[in-house]
């Protein structure tokens, strides 16, 4: 199976890069599943049920969340509805939506796709290791589901790495998001998972963390309120990771970062 | 000038891995500045003497630390007898060592090493900006100094980032420490400085940061006292940035990252 | 039924003043149920078996800890074999001891002490709300047991009030530890809870909160480690907050601090 | 001198109870000088130019903030005109308003009051100690002002204590504020400063700290954006210390709790 995953999509330029490239993307790459964490594209904040709607269209299976999932108020109504958007599993019981979702995908193949929240320097969420652990209970990799896509969407790199390696070879692929910087530290474990610290931002990276410089960097310098935090509007990449699994087994066979666009240094698997 | 950052040296692994390298890339790559994070060299935590002795004999210029800076007591009372070792600039007044140097180079070149550490999600540190500000004002890129680096050791990319603009134009390098990822986001600001959010680890990335799996994943997953963290030691990677300046502005041409050993993808410079 | 808590104990002079005192208080306040919170007895860091032994001969009957249960890691050997010391009910599963205790009183009487820790500002722990819930759901006050007291070890005072208004109508007594300064707040709630912020320290108030001034101070003020933190060993006050229940229905009918010895102003129940 | 401070007024019934209650006291106990804290006085968050006024108008010479100093955005462009409100002395150079002030006072006598915010779980901020420690270098107890008063804005109790020890024989009285809850641990300490870990809240304490209890609830027990905050709109207390200095020495001779109203235990000074 051939995924593609891409991380933060922030704002309008971010959202827009991700619509206009997704399409040709999915064909050049014969991907076969593609999720998204579009906690930002809303503004910077959260994600409106149309965006979600637009994602979709352009070729998205399933899109995460993250600490921003209820910034737009319409979500906590619509998630409900829409189970192809999922917000962390390890909100508390009761909490609208699911953290977790089975797709089904063509050839009859399913991939499950999870997402679950940091705690180290985060809000006080359930345990993210056990709420991972129990949803991998109801499912195995390479029998009911032929890949197991985690989103750990966390501030430490910590928390972060003691994640990928708890699920190595329970899971395709363990990526990290929140910090809307790609890591190049990508690896296929031990086992047989493959893992990223950061799956990075689809934003403007001439900002702060996507978010417009000098009010972002007024809140470090200056302690008071001021201009409010915009999306940043200039040209936008788009970050993630592609990996290609054994369908047979779920596990990793090889993977490679997607850099499109914008200011990063451009990159595209050569598989 | 040509310059190589090594982002922070974790353990035995990690030191013996630049140890070996370094005099062979110094050569190779024709450095003439190379600056090494030590913070958590000897045993994973602080740096002792001996170790930057060594660490200077194998080709770095400047040392710098961070947040376990005086976990080894006897830095302490070394560090100013040492000022290529240098501490974040903003410790409060009276702390021992400096938070920046001027070393030597050849051809009568000179450059400023500056080491400043973040304050979110970290301890409650004397204002990051200003310090480097308060530095950056005593010096002229291009006049007094032909390079300055700034490592900003911070666990959020947003303060990293925010720093990196707040110095564009003024320095030549602006490089993050502390996370022990690399991150893919390397880039040539508008005007001038180079800039990457966290060099990276040099130490075995089969790990948690740097630190054995089994205990620290017991940190997160259960809350009780357990086996000590040990650094890893495994096969380990060397992790950096080299940047190549023009030495009648200080500023940077071309950027590159060094990813060389372990379970790292492997990356030199083409320049 | 006649109730007295006592807030952290801290180091030596924190337990003599409980153990010297706490048989006088038990006879002339009549007191059917003592509860301790001990998690600093030791040195300020944890609580020994055989310290906990002494404060049971001393009249306790109920030792709660906090977060420093593990200090000791005698504790974690000796916890399951003590079941009359509690360790906060919200550590994740497969933690040693337990987070509550049902103690025989007199008359065949039985009281449920809980113990519960806070997130706000503190360790990730389990969820602290639906842990108090999940053992309150398994008993009934005023039928299976004639009094229920929570000793919610937190940090923010809005955690604890917030517990307390939850906790209104089901427990006898929700009392707050950990911040080691008794407060002004006690009260009856309007369904029939007794409630305090904190019950303060038993220890040494001429010192930063129970801990030696220099060296806590050198925290604040330098940010490098210094002089170890050791118990200050002036005279110590007792802190608490002394209840009197209903039998039948469980719920408080009086409520009146306890502070003696030491440096606070002294104040003993009138009833 | 004879001082009352007051803590955090929340809301309409916290100002309402300040107001109609502050010139009584200031009759009755002969009262010198009046210190507030306004940081909550419009509706929960900040303090408005025309709240400021009647605070005023009702008694207080002095009014400090804290964290909420900037939640009205016209406080930002009132504070320079009204020296007579004071935000913490340890914001960034550049921040609007002071954070100390001389007021002047009958007989001629002058007192210093100063505002300063702790950093242990807050923001960070510049070093409080340096901050106080500077003012004070400016001033001399008993010989240029008469009182000098310290309100340390601060959610840990380690932190306020060592505020408290550093402070003590330099000025009349540290106290805290911020945890909106009165603490019994009032005290001369050995130099003769006056010490409260906090004043406590002039507000409605059947709530969770002045909050309205059903949505402050919800967010510790569900993480999702609920109702508004609000202030509680019940019986206020108003909460304070009042303090009776040597006008030789300016150092403290008395101190005595005065709680009025509402739901706390009512207290005045017998003095
Ligand atoms: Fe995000
Ligand atoms: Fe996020
Ligand atoms: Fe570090
Ligand atoms: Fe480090
Ligand atoms: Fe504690
Ligand atoms: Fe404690
Ligand atoms: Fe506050
Ligand atoms: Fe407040």
């Not at 579009?38 to 959260?46: I, Q, T, V, Y």
């Not at 599993?89 to 991939?111: E, I, R, W």
């Not at 003691?162 to 910090?179: E, F, K, P, Y």
Request: charged share 20%; hydrophobic share 40%; glycine share 12%.
């Amino acid at each position: 199976m051939r995924i593609l995953f891409l991380g933060d999509i922030v704002g309008r330029v971010g959202r827009e890069a991700v619509i206009s490239r997704l399409p040709g993307l999915r064909a050049e790459l014969s991907l076969d599943l593609v999720v998204v964490n579009g906690e930002n594209a809303s503004h910077g904040f959260g994600l409106s049920p149309a965006i979600g709607q637009d994602l979709f269209n352009a070729g998205a299976d399933v899109i995460t969340l993250g600490n921003h999932s209820w910034d737009r108020r319409d979500m906590i109504g619509h998630i409900d509805a829409e189970p192809r958007i999922i917000r962390p599993a390890n909100y508390p019981p009761g909490t609208p939506g699911q953290g977790s979702v089975v797709v089904p995908l063509v050839n009859g193949h399913k991939a499950l796709v999870i997402s679950v929240m940091g705690r180290q320097f985060m809000d006080a969420m359930d345990d993210p290791f056990r709420a991972v652990s129990d949803i991998l209970s109801r499912h195995r990799l390479g029998v009911t589901v032929q890949a197991i896509i985690v989103d750990v969407h966390a501030e430490a790199t910590s928390e972060k790495w003691a994640m990928g390696h708890v699920c190595d070879g329970r899971v395709s692929l363990v990526i990290g998001t929140h910090t809307h910087t790609p890591t190049a530290d990508h690896r296929i474990f031990p086992k047989g998972t493959a893992f990223q610290t950061d799956a990075g931002m689809c934003g403007d990276y001439d900002s702060v963390i996507g978010m417009g410089k000098d009010a972002a960097i007024a809140r470090f310098v200056r302690k008071m309120p001021g201009e409010r935090l915009q999306p940043a509007e200039g040209d936008a990449s788009i970050a993630g990771m592609m990996v290609e699994t054994d369908d047979a087994t779920g596990l990793a066979r090889r993977m490679a970062p997607v850099r499109l666009g914008g200011h990063l240094a451009q990159t595209m698997p050569d598989f």
